[in-house]
């Protein structure tokens, strides 16, 4: 059971932990999305999870395919306002008494909706820094009781986590004509459900965009091809169960994210594979392998 | 008679000049006419492709914009009005800092209108 809320909590990470801080800018969060007055910009992601590494003896495998869609508006220069829903298809093969097991689900998850406001901006010729604090919450909208013919899904299996969660944190951006460097610092507060509260988490991504084509300027606006290195750390507290804290889950976790994006006026495409380089997960958590996410984003 | 005749022919010459004068002036003055108001804006802090569409979507909701044309690399920002057309530095500053940037420069420009 451990073992499951633990996977619970790392697939959860996945499908919500990175949309709501999302991206010119980063891939693997969104509260760096500059939204001019009165502007919309929708990002279409799809991810790819695939956990394999099982410390226990289930020989546990957990592919999930999310497609995320992002919507965000500018009610001024300074304000923002962002809607995240996710919908999920998951996938858990374990070993059984004799033969695998395949449980599946798929369906929407929890919707996120979350503010930014940007208190401070220093403009120069060709570059721009922004500092900006941000919050918002994770509604339960993903349905937390599905079952198959074995009964109830366990938790990592179900599309949404019963519970509503709040976040907030801090994000800046350095822009220039050549690079663009983001940083975010966020804290995310988890609720609780069905006598299960996944641990709360820390979060600090960081993320390099630099152009490397044109590699020289000349007049007009030519889209822009980046090279992306990202890293993306999470330290995880320990789940609460029947409000009593699991020794054996929480942990923390180093990605690191190359991806290419490729810059219009009207329009971005962007890729990125988060490989992680160090996992410290208590208890028997599945490991995770590789994500991959590819992204599609227009203004409008 | 040779005298009145120079004269007349010297006043005639002389008319004929004026009248010259008076037709290059005329399209010159038609000319001035068919420059349409051109301006030449610096914009701080654009510095990426994705941002240029949000300065140009403010700026071509402003009253009598015809065209608008961004160089990303000079940060500047090419404004075409309409015929008769003409932009305030106000209207400008406040449609840039919408978009999220900061003016840096509003200057005139002349281009001659497209035959």
Same mark, same amino acid.
């Given at each position: 059971m451990k073992a499951i809320q633990a996977l619970a909590a790392a697939t959860?990470?996945?499908?919500l932990g990175n949309s709501d801080l999302s991206n010119a800018a980063p891939i693997t969060f969104n509260t760096a999305l500059p939204v001019a007055e009165g502007e919309f910009i929708f990002r279409q992601q799809? *991810?790819?999870l695939r956990s394999g590494e099982d410390p226990s003896d289930g020989d546990r495998q957990m592919h999930v395919t999310a497609a995320i869609s992002v919507l965000g508006y500018g009610i001024n220069s300074k304000l923002a306002i962002f809607g995240v829903l996710p919908y999920l298809d998951k996938r858990l093969q374990a070993d059984g008494s004799g033969s695998k097991i395949r449980r599946n689900n798929r369906g929407l998850g929890d919707a996120t909706a979350f503010a930014r406001y940007i208190f %401070? /901006? =220093?403009n120069a010729q060709g570059r721009s820094f922004r500092l900006a604090g941000f919050g918002g919450f994770t509604a339960a909208t993903g349905d937390d009781d599905d079952r198959d013919r074995f009964g109830l899904l366990p938790p990592p299996l179900q599309n949404g986590s019963g519970a509503w969660d709040r976040f907030g944190g801090l994000v800046a951006t350095y822009q220039t004509l050549d690079y663009q460097f983001d940083g975010q610092l966020s804290y995310r507060r988890n609720g609780s459900a069905n006598g299960f509260a996944m641990g709360n988490e820390t979060r600090l991504d960081l993320s390099w965009q630099h152009r490397i084509w044109p590699r020289q300027l000349s007049g007009g606006v030519p889209g822009f091809l980046y090279a992306v290195i990202e890293l993306n750390g999470l330290y995880q507290e320990k789940n609460r169960?029947? %409000? *009593? *804290? =699991? /020794?054996?889950s929480g942990g923390s976790t180093l990605w690191i994210s190359p991806g290419l994006q490729y810059v219009t006026r009207r329009w971005v495409l962007e890729m990125v594979v988060q490989k992680?380089?160090?996992q410290n997960l208590h208890g028997s958590a599945l490991e995770n392998d590789l994500i991959f996410t590819t992204s599609f984003r227009v203004n409008f | 008679?040779? $005298?009145a005749d120079d004269y007349l022919r010297g006043m005639t010459m002389t008319a004929f000049r004026l009248l010259l004068l008076s037709l290059l002036l005329a399209a010159t003055s038609v000319s001035a006419q068919d420059r349409e108001p051109t301006y030449a804006i610096g914009v701080d802090g654009l510095a990426c492709p994705f941002c240029a569409y949000g300065i140009e979507k403010q700026l071509h909701k402003l009253d009598g914009v015809d065209s608008v044309e961004t160089d990303i690399r000079l940060g500047l920002i090419i404004v075409q009005m309409r015929h008769g057309r003409t932009l305030e530095r106000t209207q400008v500053e406040e449609a840039i800092e919408k978009a999220g940037? +900061? $003016?840096? +420069?509003?200057?005139?420009?002349? @281009? @001659?209108?497209a035959p």
């Open positions: 959860l990470t996945f499908c799809i *991810r790819w %401070h /901006q =220093d169960v029947n %409000h *009593r *804290r =699991d /020794q054996k992680p380089i160090l | 008679m040779e $005298l940037f +900061s $003016l840096r +420069s509003f200057e005139t420009a002349e @281009k @001659k209108a």
